[in-house]
């Protein structure tokens, strides 16, 4: 019997012993993936500068745009750099600056300044960028005032292969940013969608939270297109806002004009404590839109999504 009470003492010390090794076991697994994870993200981030270092150059303030810009920009009533105040204007003058903008035209004389809109004047040298790291790279995208600074890629086959693939097409974290087949490359299609993980780190989709903030989403405004055949594409962002994890190119009719009006009308019943929307920006089925989607951590039917209406096109130099 005394033999038997011992053992049962001991029962209860050897669990605790195996409970404690098992944890420390999960608590070394958890270390080693974190480790893991962020020095993926280093790497990651060092390839980024690298490949920024090689085959982009910036020489200030780009000051070549072109006709791209929107005609009459229906809908938009802030003038860059105006703090979203439109100066009144006489009907002589508007006459006057349409007679103006009609005569440039055809002589072929640049009709705006890209430095408006923050952009500046990239040199990127597509063709190495594109045989030496990655043949899908078709685009660059910048966010002022976030750390979006990215190519774009998309690949020929598989829909969906840099959610889980790198630039140099090793398996993981963090992915590229990328548009699915479904999308043209030349940035033709009335809404374009881009995807791009919400890392931890803060890379690449994970500035796209910023806009929750009203004073974030007021003051920065823009977003920059480079694209492989020298042009840059401006858009204005006008929401910021959950979503649900639907495929908007295949829930919604972007085909007929009044398919994709509606659905520029429905989004802004998506209104929420973290969504932001330009009150005074009115969309038309003549607009091309951008959407970029991120996931929002701990809800994983939601996706939040920034989207910018295309206000101005110009060339790089």
């Not at 993200?41 to 690298?50: G, I, K, L, T, V």
Request: with cysteine; charged share 25%.
């Amino acid at each position: 019997m005394e033999n038997v009470s011992k053992s049962l003492k001991k029962r209860p010390k050897r669990a605790w012993q195996i409970m404690c090794l098992l944890f420390c076991i999960l608590l070394l697994c958890c270390m080693a993936w974190l480790a893991a994870y962020f020095i993926g993200q280093e790497r990651a981030q060092d390839e980024m500068e690298r490949i920024m270092g090689s085959y982009i150059s910036e020489d200030g303030l780009h000051n070549g745009g072109t006709a791209g810009e929107k005609e009459a920009g229906a809908g938009k009533d802030e003038i860059p750099g105006s703090g979203g105040e439109n100066p009144q204007s006489t009907p002589e003058a508007v006459s006057s600056e349409a007679e103006s903008e009609s005569e440039n035209a055809e002589s072929g004389e640049e009709l705006s300044d890209l430095s408006a809109y923050g952009v500046t004047d990239r040199t990127i040298d597509w063709e190495s960028l594109q045989e030496e790291e990655n043949r899908d790279i078709y685009s660059w995208i910048v966010v002022p005032g976030t750390a979006i600074d990215y190519p774009v890629l998309q690949h020929p086959t598989e829909t969906d292969y840099y959610l889980e693939h790198n630039l140099d097409g090793s398996t993981g974290r963090p992915g590229c940013i990328y548009t699915q087949r479904m999308n043209s490359k030349d940035w033709s299609d009335r809404n374009t969608v881009l995807y791009g993980h919400n890392m931890r780190a803060g890379t690449m989709f994970a500035g796209l939270h910023d806009f929750e903030d009203a004073d974030f989403f007021e003051n920065n405004r823009y977003i920059h297109i480079y694209t492989e055949d020298g042009r840059i594409l401006v858009y204005e962002i006008f929401a910021a806002y959950a979503f649900s994890d639907v495929h908007i190119l295949l829930t919604y009719d972007f085909n007929t004009d009044a398919g994709y009006q509606r659905y520029l009308d429905s989004i802004r019943e998506n209104e929420s404590s973290r969504s932001q929307f330009r009150q005074e920006t009115i969309l038309t089925a003549e607009d091309k839109i951008i959407t970029l989607s991120t996931c929002i951590r701990g809800s994983s039917s939601q996706r939040y999504l920034v989207q910018g209406v295309l206000i101005a096109e110009g060339e790089q130099q």
